[in-house]
């Protein structure tokens, strides 16, 4: 069943060059995706393509310029879907204790103090965090604070998860333990999921299909059907098949990485950046 439908989506913003004046940037032309319900789908694109752009536009925090995108086959305009969004950077309140940042998406649907504390205590332990529950976000490492943001978009079960790269800023070991995580937590539900990107390894570890991107205007230029075995497990990256689906995605990939290049060399009014810092994975990285 389909659970997300993009059909023919643009999106253009306005950027000012070098020269003072008002340009638009076409982002996402003929920009197409299905998403099938309880599919763990990821993105790889070279950077500034316009992953997050679609990414916020389904989360409901930006609107397309035409086209449609469907959830359920209703307008994402509609607004009212829940979705989960675990972006990069936490994004934790940090007067709150790790329970109440938990607790706030069901705060804000309404439900006592006692259920989501139950709930918040649950997802905690979900992620190997019960014993921080009262701590506050600055007592935490990066990778325990990217947990909570996990647990704070898991508590109130939302239909659709959205991820933007969300370990990207992690050191390599506690980026392969919640890679297994989030599958273990993905596994026992089946959740949607999309998850953006820049690791060709964790896009293959951990999806149904991998989406590739073109270079800005972005659209999906193919579309990679993963069908290694679950559950998955850190030996299959070693895996005759793993190694193939590596090389197709990186000959998929690469001529837009270095479109994507000549277009940054083109176009000063681009702030996106090539070499986003603390990708441990630099070795299969696309950008
Ligand atoms: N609000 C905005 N106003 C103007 N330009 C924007 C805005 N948001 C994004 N852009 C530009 O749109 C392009 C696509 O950005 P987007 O963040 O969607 O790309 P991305 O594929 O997620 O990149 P990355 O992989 O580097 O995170 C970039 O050139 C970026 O500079």
Known sequence: MTK???????????????AGKCEKLIVLDNFDLEVKQGEFLAILGPSG???????NILAGLDRQDSGDILIDKRSVLDND????VVFQGYALYP??????????????????????????????ALVGLKPFAKRRPHQLSGGMKQRVA??????????ILLMDEPFAA???????????????????DKKTIIFVTHSIDEAILMADRVAVMTARPGKIKEIID????????????????????????????????????????????????????GDDQSHEKVS
Do not use: H
Not at 9 to 18: C, H, M, R
């Open 4 to 18: 997300i439908e993009a059909r023919n989506v643009y999106k253009e913003f306005n950027v000012t060059n070098e």
């Open 49 to 55: 393509c316009g992953k997050s752009s679609f990414l």
């Open 81 to 84: 879907f829940d979705r989960g």
């Open 95 to 124: 007067w709150r204790t790790v329970l109440e940042n938990v607790a706030i998406g069901l705060e804000i649907r309404g439900v006592g103090r006692q259920e989501r504390e139950r709930l918040a205590y649950e997802y905690l």
């Open 150 to 159: 996990i647990a704070r978009a898991l508590v109130y079960q939302p239909e």
């Open 170 to 188: 992690l050191d390599a070991q506690t980026r392969e333990l919640l890679q297994f995580e989030l599958l273990r937590i993905w596994e026992a």
């Open 226 to 277: 993963i069908s290694l075995p679950r559950p998955r497990t850190g030996e299959i990256r070693n895996s005759p098949e793993f190694i193939q689906i590596r090389q197709k995605a990186w000959n998929l990939i690469k001529d837009e990485v270095i479109r994507a290049q000549n277009l940054e060399e083109d176009n000063d009014t681009d702030t996106g950046s090539f070499n986003k810092q």
